[in-house]
């Protein structure tokens, strides 16, 4: 399958401020040999203008030239049903398309025969796939930005300052899950000058979040609750209760809490409670970055909503904090995108190696079918996203 014109389409979701190729990433795909079509003004809203795209090599062109003439397609979200329906047969889509949440996508796609890849079906434990990780990079910035957010919420400084009109204390910032999201958020927030906390089930976090600096916080419960390839497994309702209980005690002392626990391909558990909230301090601050329309890790949280308790206490559902970094979060993704594409783009064909467990796991549609497992399975369930399903990834979902 020949792909040597790449298209950079613009984001059509609503407030997305990403685009999947920089400038950068131009220049890379021109010296791998390919021909790169940029949607006029693709770019904008992450701070790389047309004129520099067209710097590194690339062709400026409308919408519809771009889906008219571009081999294979690259995106951040899923392009909007309007801009999907210009895709060509034998077009590839390369792009968080987030199958698990919307089988019915793979489905259109497949009957458009268009070939989907889902960089969130990367094997992530696999070491020559960590540059095409882009659900680490992104949760990276989304654990940096939600320090920051919560650093501007509140209503004191994170660090000790010691003043002629007296001396503040240092903030004191709890944050529960410490992956790769979690790390980011602990180590920022240390930066800043706030005195951090980590807190996770699983074992092995704990040396992650000492080796930040940070103090892990130890609920006395005796779990480690580490699942397959990494990630955590749900908890039993007896260690979710002793969890809870344990939880809703410690809380309280924080002036800002963190939360960014998921469990693969389950509900995002509830860590702070209603109980924990009410016993926080006046002008504490929340940030649920598990947040979605599902649920997240703060009882009451609303995903893209700012709500303040009757105790003071303000809680932040934050929802796609990597666009509002759209720079770093874009150049890293375009990174992931090119490394990607060298690895499935040999001599301008496209190589569908199943055999290759990077290439099996990113493959979501080809031929006409959708070939991804996990995908194909959840179709023949229903074909909708199971209740429990998280905004979490195809990679994440295999495991749970
Ligand atoms: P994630 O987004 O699935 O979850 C975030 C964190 O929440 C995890 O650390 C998890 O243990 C924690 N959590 C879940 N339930 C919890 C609960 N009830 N209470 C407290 N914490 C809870 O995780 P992630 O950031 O995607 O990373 C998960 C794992 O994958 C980590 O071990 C990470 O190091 C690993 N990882 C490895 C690679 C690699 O090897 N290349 C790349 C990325 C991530």
Redesign the pocket.
């Known amino acids: 399958m020949s792909v040597s014109t790449i298209g950079v389409v613009e984001e059509s979701a609503a407030g997305e401020h990403r685009v999947a190729l920089s400038p950068d990433g131009v220049l890379r795909l021109r010296a791998a040999g390919c021909d790169v079509l940029v949607e006029a003004g693709a770019g904008r809203s992450a701070w790389f203008p047309d004129p520099a795209y067209v710097e590194a090599g690339a062709r400026v062109v409308s919408k519809k030239e771009l889906y008219g003439h571009a081999d294979l397609v690259v995106c951040v979200q899923p392009p909007a049903d309007v801009d999907r329906a210009l895709l060509r047969p034998g077009q590839v889509l390369v792009g968080l398309l987030q199958p698990l949440i919307d089988p019915q996508l793979a489905t259109s796609l497949a009957v458009a025969k268009v070939t989907a890849i889902s960089l969130d079906g990367l094997p ?2 696999v ?1 020559r796939a ?1 540059s095409m ?1 882009a ?2 990079s992104q ?1 990276n910035v989304a654990g940096y930005k939600a320090a920051l957010v919560a650093a501007d919420t509140y209503g004191s400084y994170l660090p000790m300052f010691m003043t002629a009109a007296g001396t503040t204390r240092p903030a004191l910032v709890l944050v ?7 790390l980011q958020a602990i180590g920022t927030a240390r930066r800043l000058g706030a005195l951090v906390t980590g ?4 074992d ?2 704990r040396a ?1 979040v000492l080796s930040t600096g940070a103090t892990f916080l130890d609920l006395g419960l005796g779990v480690s ?1 580490a699942g397959e ?4 497994r749900e ?1 039993t309702a007896q260690e979710r209760q002793a ?1 809870q209980a344990a939880l809703n005690a410690a809380i309280s002392k924080f002036d800002i809490v963190i939360t ?5 391909g389950r509900r995002p ?1 509830v ?1 702070v409670s209603s109980t924990a909230l009410t016993a926080m301090r006046s002008g504490s601050v929340v940030v649920d970055l598990a947040a979605s329309k599902l649920g997240g890790n703060v009882e009451g949280s609303t995903a893209g909503a700012t709500e303040v308790t009757a105790n003071g206490v303000t809680v932040i559902g934050a929802t796609n904090l990597p666009s509002a970094v759209p720079k770093a979060s874009s150049t890293a993704y375009s990174r992931n995108i090119c490394a990607l594409l060298a690895h499935l783009i040999h001599d301008g064909e496209l190589a569908v190696d199943t055999a290759d467990e990077i290439t099996a796991g990113v493959l979501i549609t080809h031929g006409g079918e959708v070939v991804h497992p996990a995908v194909r399975a959840l179709l023949a369930d229903g074909g909708g996203a199971p209740e429990s399903t998280t905004h ?1 990834s195809i990679e ?1 979902g295999q495991g749970g």
């Open positions: 992530r434990t070491s960590q990780d659900l680490s949760a529960i899950g410490a992956g790769v999201a979690g807190y996770d089930v699983r092995a976090a992650d609750a390839g990494g990630y955590a908890l969890q960014t626990a998921q469990v693969p558990p860590l979490t994440k």
